[in-house]
C-alpha cells in the first residue's frame, strides 16, 4: 500500500533533507543564502560570465577554502596551473609583487605541500575529465565527496573533427558522469566567448545566454 503525506509532511521531509545535505559555503552570503546554505554535494554547478569577470580567481577561492573539507581536483585549461598556485598563494598571504618576481616560488611550494588546505590536484593529463573518469573506473570510490574545478568548459581540448556544439556537448555528458561517480563538479563557463573577437555588434541576449548549447542549461544543477 502506497504511503500518503500531508502537505505539511512533505515540506518538513523536504526540510529535514536540506538539513542534512552536505553543501559547500561559497563564502558569498547572498548566494549562500539563495542556495540554502552553499552548493549541494554530488551537483553540478556551473559559474557563467564574460571573459575577465573574475570568475578564475572566485573559483580559485572556492578550491583554497574546500580543500580544507575534502579533495578538490582542478582542471586548468584556461591558464597554467602556476597562475593557480599564485592565486593560491595570495590567499595564503604572499605578496602578489614578490610572486610574480618569483622571489618566493620555492617557499610558496614548500608552504602549499605542507599546508592543511593543500588537499588539492592539479589534473594535467591529455584529456583532464576522460582522465579522471578513468580513475572513478579503476576505483568507484576514487571521487566520491570530491571536487571537481572545470576552468573552463570552453579551453577544454575536443576531439578532432567535431563541431563547437558537439565538443560541448560530449564534455557535459563527461560532468554528469563525474557527478554520478560521486564527485561535486563546479564548471566554469564563459559567456560567449567568440562574440568579443568581432567588430560587429554584440547581440546582448547570446550574451546572456552564456552558452554554446542548450545542454549547459538542462545538465546544470545550479546556473550562477
Known amino acids: 500500500m502506497a504511503q500518503t503525506f500531508t502537505l505539511s509532511e512533505a515540506i518538513e521531509s523536504i526540510a529535514r533533507d536540506e538539513e542534512e545535505a552536505k553543501k559547500y559555503p561559497t563564502g558569498l552570503s547572498d548566494i549562500d543564502r539563495l542556495m540554502r546554505g552553499g552548493i549541494w554535494a554530488k551537483s ?13 580567481t572566485l573559483a580559485a577561492y572556492w578550491a583554497w577554502m574546500w580543500s580544507s573539507l575534502t579533495h578538490v581536483y582542478v582542471v586548468a585549461a584556461d591558464e597554467p596551473c602556476e597562475g593557480w598556485v599564485s592565486r593560491y598563494a595570495q ?9 610574480e618576481d618569483g622571489a618566493d616560488k620555492a ?13 588539492w590536484t592539479f589534473v594535467t593529463e591529455d584529456g583532464p575529465v576522460r582522465h579522471l573518469l578513468y580513475m572513478a573506473s579503476v576505483d568507484k570510490t576514487a571521487l566520491v565527496d570530491s ?3 572545470i576552468d573552463s568548459l570552453q579551453r577544454l581540448s575536443g576531439a578532432a573533427n567535431s563541431d563547437r556544439r558537439t565538443e560541448i556537448n560530449a564534455h557535459l555528458a563527461d560532468c554528469k558522469a563525474l557527478r554520478a561517480a560521486g564527485a561535486t563538479v563546479v564548471i566554469i563557463s564563459e559567456a560567449g566567448r567568440s562574440l568579443y573577437g568581432s567588430n ?4 546582448v541576449n547570446l550574451m546572456a545566454a552564456g552558452k554554446e548549447s542548450g545542454d549547459i542549461e538542462y545538465l546544470a544543477d545550479n546556473l550562477l
Open 44 to 56: 553540478i554547478t556551473v559559474l557563467c560570465a564574460p571573459p575577465n569577470a573574475g570568475k578564475t
Open 91 to 99: 590567499l595564503m598571504g604572499f605578496d602578489r609583487n614578490t610572486i
Open 107 to 119: 617557499e610558496i611550494y614548500d608552504l602549499l605541500d605542507r599546508s592543511t588546505k593543500a588537499n
Open 147 to 149: 571536487i571537481i574545478i
Open 200 to 203: 560587429d555588434k554584440v547581440d
